[in-house]
């Protein structure tokens, strides 16, 4: 059985897994126990007791963090922020949009302009694109591993080559702002 993701085929056959003595061999089956064992693997569950205990009592402050917006790292960003972040770039999968960093590369300057008035609307207004909270996200069998078993996948998430592009910005500007 070949998976099928947002349109794309996947090389990697998954065609059941073992879960629990049992096996699963239907797609809906596999596809649940993948996004199950992943949502395990990010709970703090496997947190030491001292994390968790530090944890449960962080959390029960409320965060009370105010900000008149006139921190420099608040400023609308410069041209040279977004053709850096571009040019920083790599040949990595897109997400659902399909717009890879290429497009972003060789854009002539007035889609320029326009990339960069839509990217500083979004950072000034805080309107981000709905699709930029969603991620295609892959199973991906670890070297050596037995693949019926779920706990050897590792997940990739494919996101907006574009949303990637605005978080390389909003880092490097946080990163010089903490130096």
């Given at each position: 059985m070949?998976?099928?993701?947002?349109g794309?085929?996947?090389?990697?056959?998954?065609?059941?897994?073992?879960?629990?003595?049992?096996?699963?061999?239907?797609?809906?089956d596999?596809?649940?126990?993948?996004?199950?064992?992943?949502?395990?693997?990010?709970?703090?569950?496997?947190?030491?007791?001292?994390?968790?205990?530090?944890?449960?009592?962080?959390?029960?402050?409320?965060?009370?963090?105010?900000?008149?917006?006139?921190?420099?790292?608040?400023?609308?960003?410069?041209?040279?922020?977004?053709?850096?972040?571009?040019?920083?770039?790599?040949?990595?999968?897109?997400?659902?949009?399909?717009?890879?960093?290429?497009?972003?590369?060789?854009?002539?300057?007035?889609?320029?302009?326009?990339?960069f008035?839509?990217?500083?609307?979004?950072?000034?207004?805080?309107?981000?694109?709905?699709?930029?909270h969603?991620?295609?996200?892959?199973?991906?069998?670890?070297?050596?591993k037995?693949?019926?078993?779920?706990?050897?996948?590792?997940?990739?998430?494919?996101?907006?080559?574009?949303?990637?592009?605005?978080?390389?910005?909003?880092?490097?500007?946080?990163?010089?702002?903490l130096?």
């Amino acid at each position: 059985m070949i998976r099928k993701i947002s349109g794309k085929h996947s090389a990697q056959k998954i065609n059941h897994l073992h879960v629990n003595g049992a096996e699963a061999t239907d797609v809906l089956d596999i596809v649940n126990t993948m996004g199950e064992t992943f949502s395990d693997n990010s709970i703090s569950d496997h947190c030491s007791t001292s994390f968790k205990s530090y944890k449960q009592n962080a959390e029960k402050y409320s965060s009370s963090f105010t900000s008149d917006n006139t921190k420099t790292y608040n400023n609308p960003f410069s041209m040279d922020e977004l053709t850096n972040a571009i040019s920083k770039s790599h040949n990595t999968a897109v997400g659902s949009d399909s717009i890879h960093y290429q497009i972003f590369k060789n854009f002539p300057d007035s889609a320029m302009d326009t990339l960069f008035g839509a990217v500083n609307y979004i950072w000034t207004t805080g309107n981000f694109p709905p699709e930029w909270h969603l991620a295609t996200v892959i199973p991906i069998t670890k070297p050596d591993k037995d693949s019926t078993d779920p706990t050897s996948y590792r997940s990739i998430a494919l996101t907006s080559c574009l949303c990637k592009i605005m978080e390389r910005m909003i880092n490097t500007r946080l990163v010089w702002y903490l130096k």
